[in-house]
């Protein structure tokens, strides 16, 4: 196992500015993310300073009914926080969250239901924010949008768990990469995580026509979105070694077999990882399956 090594930089500028109000950024965060624990706040926000610091400013939050909780079962009274409908509608016009549908959970029975993947989502987010820290990257807490919808035609959409933005500093160099990121608990069938790929290799491809007007070329309609199409990332997690790398298998038998597929997967990286493997060594490692093939890489070398 290798791990790229960490530039020779300073990285303090790649956490969130201590200048602007934490309980400013607390509020972007759940209303980014939906939801988040303590811990997951206080690694994504404050890594630096005290977990008391994010729990006495998440109180405060609770008192003014912008923010609640539930609590986690068997878990040592985890708390895991969500925006109420007042801080919905509070952070809904602010710069950063402008075209974020805002969700508001308006129950704890509501939140209990959200909470397995939400969480599972964020714990893939804190492993490249904390990577990008180390390694002197620009990945922040607002560079990981969940839930993105794009339509694929015939009134159909693909739904992404979340999109990753993030910027590779190689002295003078900084290349921008992006992603749609799959995050898999192994609460479905293998065969309909693998059709995942169709969905992706549909959007790459689709080209939405104006209505009324005759058919014409148009361009692939993703590039209203992105320069270039994201990298396609799988992050498995749920089930034991054995069963997680069947389904990486069955990844790359749908990139083999299906012609749609194999397309988009000759221009565009894709790759599967274990959820603890991604935790264990970070994802600039050497622990990325790449779908068409090959020995495990980092994801940026996909």
Do not use: C
């Amino acid at each position: 196992m290798t791990t790229a090594p960490p530039k020779d930089r300073a990285t303090a500028g790649f956490t969130p500015s201590p200048t602007e109000p934490l309980a400013h950024q607390l509020l972007a965060a759940l209303a980014q993310h939906r939801m988040a624990s303590t811990h997951q706040l206080h690694v994504l926000l404050r890594p630096d300073r005290s977990r008391q610091s994010i729990s006495e400013r998440l109180n405060q939050l609770l008192g003014e009914r912008l923010v609640d909780f539930v609590v986690l079962p068997q878990s040592h009274r985890t708390r895991v926080w969500y925006l109420t409908p007042k801080g919905a509608r509070l952070t809904r016009d602010w710069p950063a969250l402008r075209g974020r549908p805002p969700y508001p959970i308006t129950s704890a029975t509501a939140a209990s239901l959200k909470t397995p993947h939400t969480l599972t989502v964020l714990r893939t987010h804190l492993q490249f924010v904390t990577d990008a820290r180390r390694r002197g990257d620009e990945h922040g807490h607002l560079d990981w949008t969940p839930e993105v919808f794009h339509a694929i035609g015939e009134g159909e959409r693909v739904v992404a768990d979340a999109v990753l933005h993030y910027t590779h500093i190689d002295g003078q160099q900084r290349r921008k990469l992006r992603a749609f990121v799959e995050v898999d608990r192994a609460t479905m069938s293998s065969e309909r995580l693998a059709a995942k790929l169709i969905e992706y290799a549909r959007l790459w491809s689709y080209e939405p026509q104006p209505v009324g007007r005759r058919r014409q070329q148009t361009g692939p309609g993703w590039l209203r979105w992105y320069p270039v199409f994201p990298r396609v990332l799988f992050v498995l997690t749920g089930a034991g070694r054995q069963a997680l790398d069947n389904r990486i298998s069955d990844l790359k038998a749908m990139v083999a077999h299906h012609p749609l597929v194999a397309d988009l997967a000759r221009e565009v990286p894709t790759g599967a990882v274990a959820l603890d493997d991604l935790e264990e060594h970070g994802p600039t490692s050497d622990v990325w399956a790449p779908l068409t093939g090959g020995t495990p890489r980092p994801w940026t070398q996909l």
